[in-house]
């Protein structure tokens, strides 16, 4: 799948037929659905085809899915269909990765604090582990001496190569608190005693950061990663680091609907740092997940009402806080174009003004659709004021555009709030 033929599926025309076909069907709707986010299906899928051919077919790839990214099971499950396994990191994330029908082998558990029944259920299960860790290493150990596993273990490691543009968001800065560090005095000596000692560690695991980091920087992470494999082989005269997982973090362009960068371009940077790991020597794994996603989503609500406050025009509507947590908080980091549609679902062409909610002019009773969010918006809910979850809808347009709606998630009740908290 080329880059333009995933750009078309990402055009104002599409999400305008999706739009009107949602307030057709009553998916939005001014009293009983004024919020709701939709998926296109179709889109994924042309994503994840992109992701496939980005890596020469000659080599074995894992990718899994950072579940984090967006842990509704059902796209957890769309995601298996099409060929994916998932990167877990909690019990809860465990849960929805084996609940979707991944495969135990397919799915990778990466969190820094797990206890030791997370870990020897993991063992028992299959699942892929990667250890953060001297004391997690340690307590492996002791499992393994009363068990056996099939599961493929890694040690995570930073290669302490500095900071993208979100701090927070980096996590292989000089003191990241993820992995052991490479270049911290006799860690790498150490860790080449670590294999040397555990014939059942195999495999290397980095993530370098999300969103902000520049594709050179996380290509180099992976290099001191590739290099560090290349170093343990040789010191112990054996293949035994056999796989590379290189994390996720292709960074996503929130300024419009081009999908760049691509999977393709990530692979040539890696082609260019870090050429051993196309050697075929390695089998590797991935686990993108904002990439994998935040474009084929958006988040449409009503305008309920617009005022004016001290100058500044403002539209209220309920798109708030409780579904997209970062960008309130932290706007700068987390812009997102807004769309203007009128109560039809029909685009406003109308010149673009500097709204609360930017866009073309909004009026009462106006749809608004929050664009790019298809990753880290539904899996990040914030209850702030008891606000219900909306509902996510799977979209796909059939060649002659007819819209079909299926249920990722129904709308959370108040029922369902009360028993939450309590009532
Ligand atoms: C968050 C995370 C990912 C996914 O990052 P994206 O930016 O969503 O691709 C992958 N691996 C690990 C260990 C993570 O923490």
């Not at 290669?159 to 608190?177: D, H, N």
């Not at 930017?358 to 664009?371: I, N, R």
């Amino acid at each position: 799948m080329a880059n333009h033929q995933l750009n078309a599926l990402h055009s104002p025309e599409r999400r305008e037929l999706i739009l009107r076909a949602a307030v057709r069907e009553g998916l939005l709707h001014p009293e009983d659905a004024q919020l709701a986010g939709f998926l296109d299906l179709d889109a994924v899928a042309a994503t994840v085809d992109s992701l496939h051919r980005a890596f020469p077919g000659s080599l074995d790839v894992l990718h899994a899915f950072a579940t984090k990214a967006n842990s509704l099971v059902p796209v957890l499950q769309r995601l298996r269909e099409l060929g994916m396994g998932c990167e877990v990191a909690s019990p809860g994330e465990l849960a929805q990765a084996l609940a979707a029908g991944v495969e135990p082998a397919r799915i990778v558990l990466d969190s820094p604090a797990k206890t030791r029944r997370e870990l020897a259920r993991a063992l028992e299960l299959g699942v892929a582990v990667n250890v953060d860790n001297w004391q997690e290493l340690a307590r492996i150990d002791e499992l393994l001496t009363t068990r056996r596993t099939r599961s493929r273990i890694g040690v995570r490691v930073n290669p302490q190569i500095g900071s993208g543009a979100i701090g927070a968001m980096s996590t292989a800065t000089a003191t990241s608190k993820f992995g052991i560090t490479l270049t911290d005095e006799g860690n790498t000596k150490r860790l080449v005693e670590a294999f040397r000692d555990r014939p059942w560690l195999g495999w290397l695991h980095c993530h370098v950061g999300s969103q902000g980091c520049p594709l050179d920087l996380m290509a180099k992470g992976v290099a001191a990663t590739v290099a560090l494999a290349r170093e343990i082989n040789d010191e112990l005269g054996r293949d035994q680091v056999v796989g590379l997982n290189i994390g996720g973090g292709l960074p996503v362009n929130f300024a419009g609907d081009e999908v760049t960068p691509g999977y393709q371009e990530y692979v040539e940077r890696l082609r260019a740092h870090a050429p051993d790991l196309f050697s075929g020597k390695f089998q590797l794994v991935t686990e993108f997940g904002r990439s994998v996603l935040a474009k084929n989503g958006f988040t449409a609500a009503y305008v309920e009402y617009t005022k004016n406050s001290g100058g500044r025009a403002i539209a209220i509507t309920f798109a708030g806080v409780q579904v997209a947590a970062r960008t309130v908080f932290a706007p700068e980091s987390w812009p997102l174009r807004v769309a203007a549609h009128d109560a039809t679902g029909t685009a406003k062409r109308g010149e673009p003004v500097e709204q609360d909610v930017a866009g073309p002019a909004c009026f009462a009773g106006d749809l608004v659709a929050l664009l790019d969010t298809g990753a880290y918006y539904a899996s990040t809910p914030f209850s702030y004021n008891s606000l219900l979850e909306p509902a996510v809808h799977g979209v796909t347009v059939t060649a002659d555009g007819i819209v079909r709606f299926t249920t990722l998630r129904r709308a959370q009740t108040v029922e369902d709030l009360l028993s939450r908290t309590g009532g």
